[in-house]
């Protein structure tokens, strides 16, 4: 009941609706509202991006290993 009442206050306070409300919460529980504002505050090319991921990538299976 606590959460249903703080959607709705969130969501009449912000003027959105209910579901903005908890979409918003979702992005931020899973980060993905930081990968987000990474994104856009990136000066990187899209394919050095590739190149900083695959590196990324490549590191962290050695570390498996």
């Known amino acids: 009941a606590d959460v249903r009442r703080a959607v709705t206050v969130r969501a009449a306070r ?36 590739m190149a900083l991921a695959l590196e990324a990538q490549k590191e962290a299976r050695r570390e498996l290993r």
């Open 14 to 49: 912000s003027g959105g609706g209910e579901s903005e409300v908890i979409e918003d919460a979702v992005r931020k529980d899973l980060g993905l509202d930081l990968l987000a504002r990474l994104w856009e505050r990136s000066d990187l090319t899209e394919d050095e991006a």
